[in-house]
């Protein structure tokens, strides 16, 4: 079974359109973290935020923000009035116990976001 | 210095070829890693140097050979590969031993094809 499952492939929009991106994850463990990563044409992925289980206060950076709900174990991602630059693939990624997962990061699939001008 | 570099940013190479992939980091970082990605898929990862030892090996093919010479500098050397193993090969390091909560900083990577 899919640890992490970033059900939309693709998801294109208009600039300035408001845009979630969907993140669900399935651990057994109490102790676990929660990131994304944007990978843009250019190759390199770039860490957005990292999220401990023990803390399920959202975050908001600029026009980022993340919503973190242990009780539908969803960590989703939403850009405000999006822009171009924000196309890219962002790939949600679980941390849990190096027993389950020997320090590997479980990826999503990740979402390609295209922003048409 | 928020970089990780790595070079040569393409390569082509010949099933029969030796060549080496290199990885440079100088945020002090002690921990460093090899990933693969093939296009429209997450990257897997491959290595995983912590303090200049490696630390995690997934099973990889004996033809990829890390090389870990200092804490800056992180080689992969290639050997009679095949087709199949084109793909984006990325480099990663964090701050220090190997936990689950690191932070990855990734190098743009190095496109491979093998013909």
């Known amino acids: 079974a899919q640890k992490v499952t970033q059900a939309q492939t693709e998801i294109s929009v208009v600039e300035k359109e408001d845009v979630t991106l969907d993140c669900v994850y399935e651990?057994?463990?109490?102790?676990?973290?929660l990131f994304w990563y944007k990978q843009p044409p250019s190759g390199e992925l770039v860490f957005l935020i990292r999220?401990?289980?023990?803390d399920e206060q959202n975050e908001i950076s600029g026009r980022y923000s993340w919503n973190f709900q242990k009780s539908t174990s969803s960590f989703n991602f939403t850009i405000t009035a999006s822009q171009v630059v924000d196309s890219a693939v962002y790939f949600c990624?679980?941390?849990?116990?190096?027993?389950?997962?020997?320090?590997?990061?479980?990826w999503g699939a990740g979402t390609k976001l295209i922003i048409k001008p | 210095d928020t970089e990780v570099t790595q070079t040569p940013k393409h390569l082509v190479m010949g099933m029969t070829n030796k060549k080496s992939l290199k990885c440079e980091q100088h945020?002090?970082?002690?921990?460093m890693y090899w990933y693969k990605q093939k296009a429209k898929k997450p990257p897997e990862l491959m290595f995983v140097?912590?303090?200049?030892?490696?630390?995690i090996n997934e099973s990889v093919p004996s033809r990829f050979s890390p090389e870990c010479p200092n804490s800056s500098l992180l080689n992969l050397h290639l050997h009679a590969l095949q087709p199949e193993d084109s793909a984006l090969y990325l480099c990663?390091?964090?701050?220090?031993?190997?936990?689950?909560?690191?932070?990855?900083?990734f190098g743009s990577g190095t496109q491979l094809s093998v013909l």
């Open positions: 990663a390091s964090s701050q220090g031993r190997l936990t689950i909560n690191e932070k990855l900083f």
């Open positions: 945020m002090g970082h002690r921990a």
């Open positions: 140097y912590s303090y200049e030892k490696l630390s």
């Open positions: 651990t057994r463990d109490t102790t676990y973290y």
């Open positions: 999220r401990n289980s023990f």
């Open positions: 990624a679980l941390s849990e116990s190096p027993m389950d997962s020997n320090y590997q990061l479980i």
